[in-house]
């Protein structure tokens, strides 16, 4: 029975001197891997990978940021520059169609008037195009044609006068096209000049 007992001590004794060594282990190795942490800090390694997450981070948060606050033409302004071409177009005596376009290329307004002739809806709608792919008139296209014949062969574009891309500052937020008077340049001359007049609604 004595020997029974020793025995269940000595068990009892190297279970627990196992558990000590246990534990020594564990906080040693917690130990080293906190040295290497502070030498990696030290010679800049994690400090670099570090700073590089955080960029991009912050990039990500600015281009999401700049997606939230793009602008785009709303039916309002559309309706309004509507109105002002109509009037540009009575002062020089002229029928047309017009088509303004939205940031994605949407249709967001047309309108042909009463004795505008039947294919000026259609071309006003490449004007539009035309301007909003390019960012710039049609008159400027057609100049840039000149130096790169190949664009004409992208759909739906044109190089009669008449389209102008709509922009708010620097970006262009919609477009639009005007087809009917007797040149592209009357065209673009009642476009640019309804513009004007709602330049206060662009900003």
Do not use: W
């Amino acid at each position: 029975m004595a020997i029974i007992i020793q025995l269940i001590i000595c068990n009892n004794v190297i279970r627990y001197i196992f558990l000590i060594l246990d534990s020594f282990c564990l906080t040693l190795q917690i130990f080293l891997y906190t040295i290497d942490i502070i030498q990696k800090i030290i010679r800049g390694d994690l400090m670099k990978k570090f700073i590089y997450i955080l960029g991009l981070l912050i990039l990500s948060l600015t281009s999401f940021s700049d997606a939230l606050v793009q602008k785009n033409i709303s039916l309002d302004i559309a309706q309004n520059l509507a109105t002002e071409v109509l009037k540009e177009a009575k002062k020089e005596k002229v029928n047309i169609s017009l088509v303004i376009l939205d940031k994605g290329g949407n249709v967001i307004l047309s309108m042909k008037e009463d004795n505008a002739a039947v294919h000026t809806m259609k071309t006003a709608q490449k004007k539009a195009f035309t301007a909003l792919s390019f960012g710039i008139t049609t008159t400027e296209f057609a100049s840039r044609v000149e130096k790169v014949p190949n664009l004409t062969q992208i759909e739906n574009t044109t190089t009669l006068g008449g389209g102008i891309p709509i922009k708010s500052g620097n970006e262009t937020i919609g477009s639009i096209g005007i087809g009917g008077a007797p040149s592209g340049a009357i065209d673009e001359k009642i476009g640019n000049a309804a513009l004007s007049r709602i330049s206060n609604l662009l900003k």
